[in-house]
């Protein structure tokens, strides 16, 4: 199954991938509860445990490196100066929504024509759980995995986006709606596109 093919890129089952994501979550609170006491230690020890999924998730709109690590560091001191007037319940997502919005803004800044931002065309799905039944029955065999994340680079943006969010970093659909700006209907349509388009690349 797909889902599967994706935890077994993650080398973790979906419900193991939601029970780290959850004691993640709790440990970076602390450490941005620190950092808003004024201990830049932990809000260092906070940026280092969440570069690596900024840096991932921004790959998706651009392969500039440069620009990606230049945008993070703005972010990153961004969100230190505003750190006490900042509330959040589930850290990593905040800062990759940040991080989407700073990303679109130093794009317009800067007239970088090495970043996507492309709209994706997506069809109306009107049955979400028909969509959800649907991600859930599509099969594709483990040792495949190297043609999935060749695959996966061929999809249209916003789909690897959400791809990358509900199958890398274990994000539900209504958190995906919130970091894109867009509804849960949307979400469900892009992944049912995706899945789709890999299944026919693969199968």
């Known amino acids: 199954m797909l889902n599967a093919c994706f935890s077994s890129i993650n080398q973790l089952p ?26 830049s230690v932990a809000f260092r020890d906070l940026a280092d ?10 790959y ?32 990593s997502l905040y800062f990759l929504r940040s991080l989407r919005n700073q990303l679109i ?19 109306h799905l009107s049955d979400y759980h028909t969509i959800e039944g649907a991600l859930v029955e599509e099969e594709i065999l483990a040792d495949h995995l190297y ?22 970093e274990g994000v539900d659909n209504e958190k995906i709606a919130e970091i894109m700006q867009i509804n849960r209907q949307s979400v469900a349509n892009l992944l049912f596109r995706a899945l789709t388009a890999l299944k026919a690349q693969i199968v």
Do not use: C, H
């Open 14 to 39: 979906v419900t193991d991938q939601k029970r780290r994501t959850a004691g993640e979550n709790e440990l970076l609170l602390q450490l941005w509860q620190r950092s808003q006491d004024g201990d």
């Open 49 to 58: 445990r969440l570069y690596r999924s900024m840096f991932n998730y921004a």
């Open 60 to 91: 998706n709109f651009t392969r500039d490196r440069d620009f990606i690590k230049d945008t993070i560091q703005e972010l990153l001191i961004a969100i230190w100066v505003k750190r006490r007037r900042i509330r959040m319940e589930f850290v």
């Open 105 to 123: 803004q130093e794009f317009r800044r800067s007239g970088n024509s090495r970043v996507f931002f492309d709209v994706d065309d997506f069809g």
């Open 147 to 168: 043609k999935v994340r060749s695959a996966i680079e061929d999809l249209p943006r916003r789909q690897r986006e959400a791809v990358f969010l509900k199958y890398y």
